[in-house]
């Protein structure tokens, strides 16, 4: 920057003077301006701003004085240099004004050239100085704002890279990191310090110092290039990234400035994206997109293949060109109306292809949806060939048909072989009951057992076939009801009581105190499950102990795990055999000799039921020693009290003292169990105890109402000097004696009569053993013998059976009672006896299967005419030889009060009638 030529103002009144001192200041290098008075001077002295001015003293108007006085007083002028030049003022009183009024020199006239110059040289010398000098400190200025600015443009520029989303490395010749920012240390897991003292090698496992070189060599030559590669992050995972290296110079030094962007989620979703367009360009379904109006922009190659149309023929066209006509039009309207809305749409289209073909056509459109405002910019359409599906599904449904009919015939099959087989069952059951109600000798009794015992084995089998039918159609079901659980296991333990004792096992059972008594589950389910367990544990054990357990492990709230054990001594299940023993028509031993009978359905039932109740099963068995089959279930707990079946009416010996004489102490606890659940206060006494043992409770004259021996079953044993030896015993003359156990000798029971005492062969029922001590405190105190056919009011009962068999075994089992019975042999028979009754009836029991007019019709019949004639409804109570679940149903839809399958058994038949009839009245 150049200094500008300096000014000097010479004023003067003369033009002369003027004149002549531009002469002298003519040789230096300054712009001379001259003014003739002290305004123009003052004018001059702001328009130019001299470096110098040379001022007379002595002028008109203003003086030179006045001049320097009002140059110094304005701020621009103030700084100004004023020499004073004079010819009339040389007093030192005037020099001393020129000073004071601001002149920094006084020279007088004559004027002196080399001074005067040398003087004005000075101080544009100063000039010239303090022009540079605020050059120099302009040219400062201007490079410290540059600087600051640079500084600053540094500052943001190293926070945007330090903070910016990609990481940035700068590498030397040598791969040495010389900074990293701040993302760089994020997203490779380590701090400045640790990432600055690695290589490009340590965090790109695709750039080995061997390969460096290469690379730098290529960025040099091309300055700057964009590539994809891999970094191992601190953690050793590798991340993919995108890498833009600058090759650039620092000071004579070069650098590779590198950003590099993490990728891998974007590589995946190329990755999804190349399969999304490989799955749409070559996958099974056509695929067809269209703009809003439904023109097609695009079909994939699988469309062209379905439709025989190539892709171009079709583009910008509305795809009705493939309506076959033979669609509801209606379909269409919906279709529009829902993709239009946003909705998605599926359903079947009967379309037609280029070459007038038809095929079937399941659908998907999905609307698709700009971000922004959400409008609808295309409708993708997800299209599959199901013409070999609806010919398949067409030769189904004609299959299903033909399986429905055959399902039905089978149905009607097993529902028509149970009632054939149950209505003949009913009699001989029946029948067999009432002849154990009569005087029958021990053989005839055992010839009695097991013909009853194979009548209740055929009807297990019956009911087994039917199950297993129901578990194959998927109507096997379970109910839901409050239960005791201590009943249904008692009730499964007397159901097989009978078989276990005539083969001389122990049979116990356990149940812990910690299972609660109330459960809310299906207990003729469960009571089945028991029943079939324990009847093999009796089938295949010859001598020992069949024990029932159930334990419980409280799982939450109200619920429970419970585990229902059956554990047997007999011969075991071979490991090999075990793995299959649920499956249905499965057994052991199934050869033509076989020991065992049995359908092998059982166990697989058991395995349906305890999966209906969410439960498992299984079994642990080992062979010749004995197996142990559980199943456990996850039960609620319910609240409940006694019911009718668990109430005081089973207690027939209540008040009553029994004392127990025992030579096997296991096999009376069954006994003893007994008489105390029917009331009885019941006092032990083993064979090697002292009669002495039982004095307290006996003493002043509180002997036992009957004494019960239990059991005579070895020879060795004096069986008749131990009667002899009770009735010597003090006090004991008068106690009746019974007999309980198991023999071979004919004649015992006559010979024990001559001795006073009765006899019952082992094995009983429970309430066959009740009757016999009734019999006995009947002989001895004239007691009236409890009858449970005796407590019932007398009732109008109409009987409904065209088996003639039926009708007179339940006229048998009511022939004790005080019940009026009337008989018809079909429902228009029962119809019109109802009708035209004088008396009305108190229930009816009505067979379903009847010539001319069956059970279910006269019911409904029946309850049609009761709501004409305003009376109430009459219990009817279904007696049929169908006992599949379905026809419970139909039996209630008709009318009916209650159920009850064939064969019927006595004391449930009275129990029906007794709850009914009470309700009713």
């Not at 003292?197 to 290529?218: A, C, F, M």
């Not at 059951?429 to 029958?440: A, F, I, R, S, V």
């Not at 279910?856 to 109570?877: S, Y």
Request: hydrophobic letters at 40%.
């Amino acid at each position: 920057m150049s200094i500008p030529l300096p000014k000097i103002l010479i004023v003067d009144d003369r033009e002369a003077n003027l004149t002549a001192l531009r002469a002298i200041l003519s040789p230096l290098e300054a712009e001379i301006i001259g003014a003739t008075s002290g305004n123009e001077a003052l004018g001059l002295l702001v328009e130019h701003e001299p470096s110098l001015m040379l001022l007379d003293v002595d002028m008109p108007g203003m003086d030179g004085f006045e001049v320097a006085e009002m140059a110094h007083g304005v701020e621009q002028t103030r700084n100004v240099p004023i020499l004073f030049v004079t010819a009339a003022f040389k007093d030192d009183l005037h020099r001393t004004q020129g000073y004071r009024s601001g002149a920094v020199d006084y020279i007088e006239k004559p004027i002196n050239e080399e001074i005067l110059i040398s003087k004005v040289q000075v101080f544009l010398d100063l000039y010239r100085a303090h022009q540079e000098v605020l050059i120099s400190n302009r040219i400062l200025r201007e490079e410290i704002a540059r600087r600051e600015a640079a500084e600053k443009k540094l500052l943001i520029t190293q926070f945007a890279v330090e903070h910016m989303g990609d990481s940035a490395f700068l590498i030397d010749e040598q791969a040495h990191l010389h900074y990293v920012n701040e993302t760089a240390c994020k997203t490779l897991g380590y701090t400045e310090q640790e990432l600055l003292k690695l290589n490009v090698e340590d965090i790109g496992p695709d750039y080995p110092r061997s390969l460096w070189p290469t690379h730098w060599e290529v960025l040099k030559e091309l300055g700057s290039m964009i590539f994809q590669t891999r970094h191992r992050c601190k953690t050793g995972e590798t991340i993919w990234v995108e890498i833009q290296a600058n090759y650039i110079d620092i000071h004579g030094e070069a650098f590779n400035f590198a950003f590099a962007r993490d990728i891998t989620e974007r590589r995946v979703s190329e990755r999804k994206l190349r399969l999304l367009s490989k799955a749409v360009e070559s996958g099974p379904a056509s695929i067809m997109i269209t703009d809003p109006e439904g023109n097609i922009q695009y079909v994939n190659p699988k469309f062209e293949q379905i439709t025989g149309y190539e892709a171009d023929e079709v583009m910008g066209h509305n795809p009705k060109f493939l309506k076959s006509g033979d669609n509801d039009p209606k379909l269409y309207d919906e279709l529009w109306a829902s993709i239009s809305q946003g909705e998605e749409w599926s359903g079947e289209l009967l379309n037609r292809r280029k070459d007038g073909s038809t095929y079937w056509e399941l659908i998907h459109i999905s609307p698709v949806c700009t971000e922004d405002d959400g409008a609808i910019s295309h409708y993708v359409g997800v299209k599959e060939d199901i013409t070999d599906r609806k010919e398949v599904e067409q030769a189904l449904a004609e299959a299903q048909q033909q399986a429905e009919s055959a399902s039905r015939s089978k149905s009607e099959f097993l529902a028509t072989m149970s009632h054939e087989i149950r209505t003949p069952m009913n009699a001989i059951l029946g029948m067999t009951e009432l002849l154990g109600e009569t005087e029958l000798t021990v053989d005839q009794r055992n010839y009695l057992a097991v013909c009853r015992s194979s009548g209740e084995n055929l009807l297990q089998i019956i009911n087994d076939i039917l199950d297993i039918s129901r578990v194959e159609a998927g109507r096997l079901v379970v109910h839901a009801k409050p239960f005791n659980l201590r009943r249904i296991v008692k009730d499964a333990g007397e159901v097989i009581r009978f078989r276990s004792q005539e083969k001389g096992l122990n049979q116990l059972v356990s149940v812990d105190s910690n299972v609660p008594q109330w459960f809310i589950g299906d207990a003729a389910r469960i009571r089945q499950i028991l029943i079939n367990f324990l009847g093999n544990a009796v089938k295949f054990t010859e001598s020992g102990t069949i024990a029932t357990l159930v334990t419980c492990e409280h799982d939450k709230a109200d619920r429970y795990a419970v585990t229902f054990r059956v554990v047997d001594t007999g011969v075991g299940v071979p490991k090999s055999y075990q793995e299959h023993i649920f499956n249905a028509f499965q057994q052991v031993d199934s050869s033509s000799h076989r020991r065992h009978g049995g359908t092998g359905l059982g166990l697989a039932i058991c395995q349906k039921l305890v999966d209906l109740m969410d439960g498992y099963i299984s079994l642990k068995s080992d062979e010749g020693i004995g197996s142990a089959f559980s199943f456990v279930l996850p039960l609620e707990k319910a609240e409940g009290s006694m019911d009718e079946a668990d109430s005081c009416s089973e207690q027939t010996l209540a008040g009553k003292r029994i004392l127990v004489w025992h030579t096997h102490i296991i096999r009376s606890l069954y006994i003893e169990e007994a008489l105390e659940r029917m009331g009885a206060e019941v006092f032990s006494l083993g064979q090697n105890e002292s009669w002495a043992d039982l004095k307290p409770p006996f003493e002043n004259g509180h002997l036992p109402d009957a004494l019960l021996v239990h059991h005579y079953e070895a020879d060795h044993w004096d069986l008749f000097g131990e009667i002899k030896s009770i009735r010597e015993h003090a006090h004991y003359e008068e106690v009746p004696v019974l007999v309980y156990g198991r023999c071979d000798d004919k004649n015992l029971p006559g010979r024990l009569k001559k001795e006073g005492a009765m006899f019952l062969p082992e094995p009983v029922v429970e309430e066959v053993l009740c009757e016999e001590l009734q019999d006995l405190l009947v002989a001895k105190g004239g007691e009236q013998k409890s009858d449970v056919s005796t407590g019932y009011l007398s009732q109008n009962i109409l009987l409904v059976d065209d088996s003639e068999d039926n009708l007179l075994l339940i006229q048998a089992f009511l022939k004790q009672t005080t019940h009026n019975i009337t008989l018809a042999r079909n429902g228009l028979e029962a119809v019109a006896a109802y009708t035209e009754a004088k008396a009305p009836f108190d229930l009816v029991l009505m067979d379903v299967q009847m010539p001319e007019m069956d059970g279910l019709e006269a019911t409904a019949q029946i309850r049609r005419w009761e709501k004409l004639q305003g009376v109430p409804k009459c219990p009817v109570v279904a007696l049929t030889a169908f006992a599949m679940a379905e026809d419970e149903s139909m039996c209630i839809e008709a009318g009916c009060t209650a159920y009850l399958s064939k064969p019927v058994n006595k004391m449930r038949l009275f129990s029906t009638i007794d709850k009914l009839t009470s309700e009713s009245h």
